[in-house]
């Protein structure tokens, strides 16, 4: 694809994870344009040089007009914590962008996933629609490439509380933590080469740590304290508050508890090269 000529279209661009995708197609020479629920606010938030379109996921109308005369669409959204959002964003949101693409004849459609995504990992409401996302934008017969993404080094912040990190739940597993900015170079590059498409891509950092391995680096550059708390007490804490955010943590971290990485990073490296920030170098600049 060349750059120069082309429109991308993210939808959740001003996500954690959207935002540095559109930030990078811009920067790497695409037009990028953006469907948002609030242009004003997505104007100051991220800057000059995006084409705006008012719209919602669930006004399929603004989405037929944003995705008019697109080569691609990158899709970044954010479902949860209730079933039903989950299936909202995660599945049908997934579905009807596809078959909306399909049907306009767009070069592609790349979608942010995660490397628990499959049949068999399939034990709560996030990766169910996850899973079914997937297909569903498999079966609307567009090109397609999905990142199959380990976890953001950028999320580590958000399980800060005060002085404490929090470790929820028993990690056990290594993970290739990685950084948003080669996450962001990665799906840029794959604009720029066909070899990607129909793909799923596993999206791994350059070093492994399990997360309480990770917390640590991170403990020790924000000078933070790893604070241990298992599910079940999350799930607890959650119900007495009526937090719904508690209680979806505690099902995720359950989750994580049980699987961890099983693909390969391989293909997305080779086609893409591979990710070059470690966490600590990370925490250098971040913490
Ligand atoms: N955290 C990780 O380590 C990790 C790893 C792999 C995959 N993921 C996945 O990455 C995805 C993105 O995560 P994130 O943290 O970037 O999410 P986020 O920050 O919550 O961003 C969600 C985006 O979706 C937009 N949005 C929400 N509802 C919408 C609607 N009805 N119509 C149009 N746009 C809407 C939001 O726009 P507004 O600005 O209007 O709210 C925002 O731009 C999630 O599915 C997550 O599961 C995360």
């Given at each position: 694809m060349d750059a120069s000529k082309k429109i991308i279209l993210i939808i959740g661009g001003t996500g954690m994870l959207g935002k540095p995708v559109a930030q990078q197609l811009k920067a790497d020479g695409f037009n990028v344009r953006l469907l948002v629920r609030n242009p004003e606010k997505a104007k100051k938030f991220l800057g000059e040089g995006y084409e705006l379109v008012q719209g919602d996921v669930d006004n399929l109308a603004s989405v037929r007009a944003a995705l008019t005369g697109v080569d691609g669409v990158h899709i970044s959204l954010k479902g949860g914590p209730t079933e039903a959002d989950f299936e909202r964003m995660d599945h049908f949101a997934v579905r009807d962008i596809s078959q909306i693409a399909k049907e306009k004849n767009v070069g592609r459609v790349t979608l942010i996933s995660a490397y628990a995504v499959s049949e068999e990992k399939a034990d709560t409401p996030e990766s169910r629609s996850k899973v079914k996302g997937e297909a569903a934008l498999k079966f609307s017969g567009v090109p397609y490439t999905i990142f199959r993404c380990s976890?953001?080094?950028?999320?580590?912040?958000?399980?800060?509380?005060g002085k404490n990190i929090s470790l929820i739940g028993n990690q056990v597993h290594l993970l290739h933590w990685i950084a948003v900015e080669d996450y962001a170079r990665m799906v840029s590059k794959s604009?720029?080469?066909?070899?990607?498409?129909n793909k799923e891509l596993y999206i791994f950092g350059p070093e492994a740590h399990t997360m309480s391995e990770a917390m640590k680096i991170y403990a020790e550059h924000s000078g933070v304290r790893v604070s241990p708390m298992s599910t079940q007490m999350l799930a607890v804490l959650g119900a007495l508050t009526f937090n719904t955010e508690w209680k979806g943590m505690s099902v995720l971290m359950k989750h994580y508890e049980k699987w961890g990485e099983d693909g390969s990073p391989e293909e997305a490296n080779r086609l893409l090269g591979a990710p070059r920030v470690t966490l600590k170098e990370w925490c250098e600049t971040h913490c």
């Open positions: 976890w953001f080094m950028e999320t580590l912040p958000l399980f800060v509380q604009y720029q080469t066909d070899e990607t498409l």
